[in-house]
């Protein structure tokens, strides 16, 4: 594990991150989703694509990495190109879980692998929008460290500031920014994920002009234990 600090807007951010095959000329970056971190990206991938470099980030307030204001995820994509650069790293390739995939889409690398990401905007259920309500009532009265009460599973254990990182990114459309792509873009689904339907994943597909579409067995980490079926796949297109 490395550090490297990168500043933005006057705050300092400390990025965890591994490095693999390091003398490879091609790159990959990967990036998790919610909630987890690049240990996930690294268990799942570090034995293919031996061709490439890998470089495993944690985004900053997951895993390793800090945070001390709150973002949106294009300024997480800001950050980590900063990052990059800081590393003097141009990935021809980037792979995006959940959350992360938003923020490797807004990177626009030549190659994009995205996995059951995060971006359209699915309906709330009435117990959703019932406890929503509940909370903007009640939340004048309340003292500041009862919003963990209400908040999603996805928040579980995050600080205030994460929590307000989680309200400004969950309900994020991406529609508009998925339909601009027009570059490579692959794109892998769980058959069972119930985090991100498999019907967002098929938006996705028609949104992107130039992207390929596959379901495979699993849930929302289904690509935990398919690895060597993504990297199977994605040497047919020469990757």
Known sequence: MALKEISYQNHTFTISYELLNQEAQN???????WGSSKEAMRHAFSQYFKSYKHVYVDLPGFGN??????????EYAKIISFFLKQIGCEPNIVF?????????????????????????VVPKSWKVKTKIWLYKSLKPLLPQHFYKYFAAKDVDGMNQTMYGV?????????????????????????????ATPLESGKTIHKL????????????????????????????????
Not at 99 to 113: C, M
Not at 166 to 190: H, L
Not at 218 to 228: P, S
């Open 27 to 33: 790159t990959i970056l990967f990036l998790h989703g």
């Open 166 to 194: 989680f309200k400004k990114v969950v309900n994020e459309d991406f529609s508009d920014i998925f339909s601009k792509r027009k570059q490579e873009t692959y794109i892998f689904w769980g058959k069972e994920d119930l």
């Open 65 to 74: 990495s800090s945070i001390d204001m709150i973002l949106d995820t294009h």
């Open 208 to 239: 992107v002009e130039n992207s390929y579409f596959y379901v495979l067995d699993g849930d929302h980490f289904f690509f935990l234990k398919q690895g060597n079926k993504i990297n199977s796949l994605l040497e047919k297109f020469g990757i």
């Open 96 to 120: 995006g879980h959940s959350y992360g995939g938003k923020v490797a889409t807004i990177l626009n690398p030549p190659k994009l692998v995205l996995l059951s990401t995060a971006g359209i």
